[in-house]
Nanobody, 123 residues
Framework: QVQLVESGGGLVQAGGSLRLSCAASGRTFSNYAMGWFRQVPGKEREFVAAISWSGGRILYAEFVKGRFTISRDNPKNTLYLQMNSLKAEDTAVYYC????????????????WGQGTQVTVSS
């Protein structure tokens, strides 16, 4: 079992920044590729960004390229998502995800989920 706990969400004005963190425990963090997804009420959970086990490969959804940066600190068992130039349409619950065998770009690939953290961007 891997336990994932997100933090760093909140209310921010459009154009502002937030940094999300995801603290992992229970298993060796570096054994898992990690990702961020988001979801708004009434819509499916969607891929935001993902990073490979060592951090050597990074993937982004088109709508966050150039604005969001995913990173990981394996010795600290922590995943990050730096979000800049936030827009109202970025408002969602953001979820941390872990997968042992694939870089998680689809919800069906994910082995473990965090509980989510709300990000609200006011326009």
């Amino acid at each position: 079992q891997v336990q994932l706990v997100e933090s760093g969400g909140g209310l921010v004005q459009a154009g502002g920044s937030l940094r999300l963190s995801c603290a992992a425990s229970g298993r060796t963090f570096s054994n898992y590729a990690m990702g961020w997804f988001r979801q708004v009420p009434g819509k499916e959970r969607e891929f935001v960004a993902a990073i490979s086990w060592s951090g050597g490969r990074i993937l982004y959804a088109e709508f966050v390229k150039g604005r969001f940066t995913i990173s990981r600190d394996n010795p600290k068992n922590t995943l990050y998502l730096q979000m800049n130039s936030l827009k109202a349409e970025d408002t969602a619950v953001y979820y941390c995800a872990a997968d042992r065998t694939t870089i998680p770009t689809m919800p069906s690939n994910v082995d473990y989920w965090g509980q989510g953290t709300q990000v609200t961007v006011s326009s």
